[in-house]
């Protein structure tokens, strides 16, 4: 790409070498007269990464004598393409929310009561070392028995890693099981990765269940809807709701509740009997596909079949099948996650991921893309040996359990008393499982069970208010976090830099982790 380069130009050109290199945008005054520099405020503006979703859109900061005026999109980075939504310009709400945790905080009422007191951040790791290291004595070593828990963002990898490869423990949990980890282990399992949705570049999209006009409004979701309604672009949304998406859509196919799975397997039914799949791709990257085309064939899973059960007329349903043929391979069932979830949904999903191959479109433009990330120097760590650390509790809850585990399952284990050995504490990263765990009374009980909760966080919450220690994370605009790469159409690295020193006492989770790892 050619780039005019001018003073002005040059200036902003350190915003695109901070995003990959991290180097330093100079102060939007430079040019000034030295008489006008005098009287002003030191004003700069710097690059960095949004942490208010998981789409990580990077963001320039207006800082003025030390202080986040504003958040704008930063326009070099490819995958945000000059763009902050309104959630991610309100990212500086949460760096001067007065309600934010700004010290360490011991608990000195009954658990869940909110009655704590300020500690330095001595106290709270003499507090947390003290109780950790009995635990460990009388639990013979097995480090398991702490379990350990993370919310999503670029701290993610720097807890985890510290949770199960320096202190040993096996029992990890996020939110993906209450979340989006049926969808991800169909479609890995049925066609090796769960890949992302080339919204920007798909000829044809159906949307099911999902309303990413009002829940996730990235970059992304307006490439699409700036193209639907004849502008080049044909989205088909499948839900019970008439949502904003839905208002965004060519076609709009109000669904009975449950029933996506027989939506799928119709118009599976008509590709396959009117022959109109690639032909060359499914005879170069399927397995059994006769198998699967007669178990469709002869169960007759037809859309005059399936309009019983939907509520979807069965012309509708031809009509959906053969124009994803038509447009396919740039044609995507969208993958995503959606508003609600069924029983059947792993099925649902592996439904979904063969129809979607059945046209090819699987790693190409405008299909669902795994693409190659930009390589990273490997980074080595030492891992301790730890022998008597055992496995998670939950590894047979379920025909499939990843390294996250099974939040639901892990939690009734203990209520019920079923582990195979006792779990006694609990350390909690960014994660409110006390609000996003199904039945809180149960949660609640969980953590009342446990010798020890630690929770690090930037805000109070109600599984914070469970905490024995509270330690408080900066914001993301406090700290530098390490490089990620991301794949996709458009492969970019991204380094969040650090806007501001951290308010208060807090700090950012990697020294959180070293100081307390000084005291164990």
């Not at 060359?280 to 699967?292: G, I, R, S, T």
Request: glycine share 8%; net charge positive.
């Amino acid at each position: 790409m050619k780039v005019e380069i001018s003073r002005r130009r040059f200036l902003q050109g350190g915003v695109a070498l901070s995003v990959l290199g991290g180097t330093s945008l100079t102060t939007s005054k430079i040019l000034a007269t030295s008489s006008t520099q005098a009287n002003a405020p030191l004003e700069q503006a710097v690059p960095t990464i949004c942490e208010m979703c998981v789409n990580k859109c990077a963001a320039i900061a207006h800082v003025r004598s030390g202080v986040v005026k504003s958040l704008s999109p930063n326009p070099y980075f490819p995958k945000s393409r000059n763009m902050l939504c309104a959630r991610g310009v309100a990212g500086v709400h949460a760096l001067y929310d007065p309600d934010r945790l700004k010290y360490p905080l011991i608990r000195t009422g009954e658990r869940g009561d909110g009655q704590y007191r300020r500690a330095t951040w001595d106290e709270a790791y003499k507090y947390i070392a003290e109780k950790l290291v009995k635990i460990i004595d009388e639990e013979e070593d097995n480090r398991s028995t702490i379990g350990f828990c993370a919310g999503e963002g670029l701290g993610e990898h720097t807890f985890k890693a510290f949770m199960s490869d320096k202190f040993g423990s096996s029992n990890f949990l996020n939110h993906s099981s209450v979340c989006l980890q049926t969808a991800v282990s169909g479609y890995a399992l049925t066609i090796g990765g769960y890949g992302t949705a080339d919204l920007e570049n798909a000829k044809y999209v159906i949307m099911a269940g999902a309303n990413r006009a009002e829940a996730i409004l990235t970059p992304d979701t307006m490439d699409l809807f700036k193209r639907t309604r004849g502008r080049g672009a044909k989205l088909v949304v499948v839900d019970p709701r008439f949502t904003n998406t839905a208002i965004h859509a060519d076609d709009y196919l109000p669904i009975k509740p449950g029933t996506d799975l027989a939506f799928v397997l119709a118009l599976t039914y008509v590709v396959l009997s009117e022959e109109i799949y690639n032909r060359e791709y499914v005879a170069k990257n399927f397995n059994d596909f006769k198998m699967y085309r007669d178990h469709i064939l002869k169960n007759k899973y037809t859309p005059e079949w399936a309009e019983g059960i939907t509520g979807i007329s069965a012309t509708q349903i031809y009509k959906v099948a053969r124009e994803f043929m038509a447009h396919a391979p740039r044609a995507i069932y969208y993958q995503g996650r959606r508003t609600t979830w069924e029983s059947n949904d792993f099925q649902l999903r592996r439904a979904q991921a063969i129809f979607s191959a059945l046209g090819g479109g699987i790693d190409i433009k405008g299909g669902i893309l795994f693409g190659k990330k930009l390589p990273l120097n490997d980074h080595k760590t030492t891992v301790p040996l730890y022998f008597n650390a055992r496995g998670r509790i939950d590894s047979d809850e379920a025909a499939i359990i990843g390294s996250a585990g099974s939040w639901i399952a892990w939690r009734n284990m203990i209520l019920e008393g079923r582990t195979p050995y006792p779990i006694r504490g609990m350390f909690v990263y960014k994660h409110n499982p006390m609000l996003s765990v199904p039945n809180t009374a149960k949660t609640k009980k969980m953590f009342e069970m446990l010798d020890l909760v630690v929770a690090i966080d930037t805000m109070p919450s109600d599984t914070a208010m469970m905490a024995d220690v509270i330690l408080p994370e900066c914001t993301y605009l406090e700290r530098e976090d390490p490089v990620q790469s991301f794949g996709g159409s458009e492969p970019a690295l991204i380094l969040r830099k650090k806007v501001i020193e951290p308010m208060y006492e807090t700090k950012p989770v990697f020294e959180i982790l070293k100081g307390l790892a000084a005291h164990i």
